[in-house]
């Protein structure tokens, strides 16, 4: 069974201060999904990574998918009350489903 | 296109009725995934069809949990007798082709059995 870790599970900063969640596995995925959940809603794909190393910025996030692909980091700068939400990672296997981590829970303070 | 509709929202039910949720995806998009999500937790896969035919069902889903895709396109899973435990958000999500790059979901149905 594949399972994904995330880190830290709980995160409240304040407003312009810069950050990095973690995506972890044992396994080798084919791919990598990062969404970002709020409350009541479903979770909204924020980027895919699918080769070793690859690194992808979306304006002041910067996603980076391991070179072994088991994992990946979503580095967030200047961060913004907007930013706020659940960041969820998804690794994808060729043929599978898609398997979630726990999730990172955000909170950007004004 | 719209994306990925769920209906309904909300659902509230008493334990022991049945409900059904209907998914419809993008269109052209040939899988259809389910995935059931409590407060503060990740998403816990369910099912996934591709086209009609239903290729994977987790362990979570008992007996009580069936789901269907009869044509290819739009969904529904339905969960007979209810129970409280039952609670949770229910998303939806599509993808196209076969090699699982990205999922697109849906609003999702918040259950709640009382």
């Known amino acids: 069974t594949q399972l994904l870790e995330q880190s830290p599970q709980f995160l409240s900063i304040q407003e312009g201060e810069n950050l990095t969640v973690y995506c972890n596995s044992s396994s080798v995925f084919s791919s990598l999904q990062w969404y970002r959940q709020e409350p009541g809603e479903g979770p909204v794909l924020l980027v895919t990574v699918v080769t070793g190393g690859e690194v992808k910025k979306l304006k002041r996030l910067t996603f980076q998918f391991g070179d072994a692909r088991k994992d990946s980091s979503l580095h967030i700068t200047a961060a913004q009350p907007g930013d706020t939400g659940l960041y969820l990672c998804a690794g994808g296997d060729y043929g599978q489903n898609f398997v979630f981590g726990p999730g990172t829970r955000l909170s950007v303070l004004p | 296109d719209t994306g990925v509709s769920q209906d309904p929202r909300h659902k509230i039910t008493k334990r022991g009725q049945n409900v059904t949720f209907r998914c419809d995806p993008i269109?052209?998009?040939?899988?259809l995934y389910w995935y059931r999500q409590t407060l503060g937790q990740g998403p816990e896969f369910l099912t996934y069809?591709?086209?009609?035919?239903?290729?994977?069902k987790s362990r979570l889903l008992s007996d009580r949990f069936s789901a269907e895709r009869p044509k290819g396109s739009f969904s529904t899973l339905e969960i007979q007798r209810t129970e409280q435990g039952d609670s949770a958000m229910y998303l939806c999500?599509?993808?196209?082709?076969?090699?699982?790059?990205?999922?697109?979901f849906g609003q999702g149905t918040r259950l709640t059995v009382v």
């Open positions: 069809f591709q086209n009609e035919a239903q290729l994977e």
């Open positions: 269109s052209e998009h040939n899988r």
């Open positions: 999500a599509s993808s196209w082709g076969t090699t699982n790059t990205e999922a697109f």
